[in-house]
């Protein structure tokens, strides 16, 4: 599988050491954070699973099948990786109250287990959710003094805030597709893929502005017309408050942005504006997508800090626990510390394939 994000720079070089990712399924774990409470009552029924081996949309078609109803009925706040063990909530609409047996599902799936249910008088929707707590393991490490140097950078300054290989699709075909269709000006009825190849399109764009900041040593460096988040306002980096506008930066009370592209005109100005500009006319099928389906424009922080970073050694291995907000990628971390390779997966039943959903970042 080629590397779709080899071109893009890093932000403390590229690392040395090697390593394995996902040798086994429990060496990536996940647990959802919805960030709210059920009402106790209401026409959804809510359950929260845990899966290994499988993927978010085939456990909620099988979960349908098994309380009688459409697809359509189940939803998810967001999709988590297949290659991993994963806890996360899934709403089931059962307006009359009742709680289906789901003793022959789960007999019939011993990779699924069911871990409590309740009751909610709204479904799930994708993004209600805060984040998602990670556990990962990473094996076979070629250079262990590297890493953990590498591990101390992380923890003091981020990483940048890249979207991971799983948004763009395997081998990148979601992208290579988004370009068709923005180059051949494609109209679908299918929301699916629609959805997938804006988002790839908008995601690509902002990972070349990110790279393009780092290469001129801007990720944590305001220039004049920046974009900057503070609190949950934006604000404009007028050329006159620069230097006022770095020194919160370093104090950690504004966020650096950048583009997620839209139709609409870029909202930089001055050098912001002549750094992000040049990289949304270098993709003009992309754009030509993101602005034949009217996207609107949005900001996203270029530097990804993980919360409650910690860290233990075992030989070879090394664990990591820290949670991430929704729309994060844990993969942006393990970049900067290490190349990564994962084992080659091969399924049987095709229909459960679907299999590279980012669990990182809904």
Same mark, same amino acid.
């Given at each position: ?26 060496? =990536? @774990? ?18 929260? /699973? ?61 990779? /699924? ?12 929707? $994708? ?12 094996? @076979? /490490? ?17 990483? $940048?805030?890249? =979207? ?104 930089? @100005? ?7 500009? $040049? ?10 997508? /993101? ?72």
């Amino acid at each position: 599988m080629s590397d779709l994000l080899s071109s893009l720079a890093y932000l403390n070089g590229q690392p040395v050491a090697t390593g394995v990712l996902k040798a086994q399924p429990e060496h =990536f @774990q996940v647990r959802e954070n919805l960030g709210f409470s059920f009402s106790g009552t209401g026409e959804h029924l809510m359950v929260r /699973i845990r899966k290994t081996g499988e993927n978010t949309s085939f456990v909620a078609n099988e979960l349908a099948k098994a309380c009688g109803v459409k697809s359509k009925d189940v939803s998810w706040a967001g999709l988590k990786d297949r290659h991993a063990v994963t806890e996360q909530w899934l709403s089931v609409h059962l307006p009359k109250g009742e709680t289906p047996d789901f003793s022959a599902f789960l007999a019939a799936y011993p990779s /699924i287990e069911i871990l409590a249910t309740d009751r909610h008088h709204k479904k799930l929707r $994708p993004g209600d959710l805060i984040g998602n707590d990670f556990r990962l393991t990473l094996t @076979q /490490i070629s250079d262990m003094p590297s890493v953990l140097s590498r591990l101390e950078k992380v923890q003091a300054k981020g990483v $940048p805030n890249y =979207f991971g290989s799983q948004r763009f699709g395997h081998d990148g075909n979601n992208l290579t597709e988004a370009r068709r269709w923005g180059r051949d000006n494609v109209r679908t009825r299918n929301q699916n893929k629609r959805s997938l190849y804006l988002s790839a399109a908008r995601s690509w764009v902002f990972n070349t502005i990110v790279s393009a900041r780092i290469e001129q040593a801007l990720l944590n460096t305001c220039i004049a017309g920046d974009i900057v988040y503070q609190g949950n306002e934006t604000r404009l980096v007028t050329p006159e408050e620069c230097e006022a506008f770095n020194a919160q930066l370093q104090r950690g009370e504004v966020a650096l942005t950048a583009a997620l592209a839209g139709d609409n005109a870029l909202p930089t @100005q001055h050098e912001a504006l002549a750094l992000e500009q $040049p990289l949304l006319d270098n993709e003009p099928d992309l754009m030509a997508l /993101i602005r034949g389906n009217r996207m609107r424009h949005d900001r996203r922080e270029v530097l990804l800090k993980p919360e409650n970073l910690t860290w233990s050694v075992d030989g070879d291995s090394l664990t990591l626990d820290f949670s991430l907000d929704a729309g994060s990628f844990a993969t942006a971390i393990l970049r900067e510390l290490l190349i990564a390779t994962e084992k080659e997966r091969h399924y049987a039943n095709d229909s459960k394939a679907n299999d590279s959903q980012d669990n990182d970042s809904q």
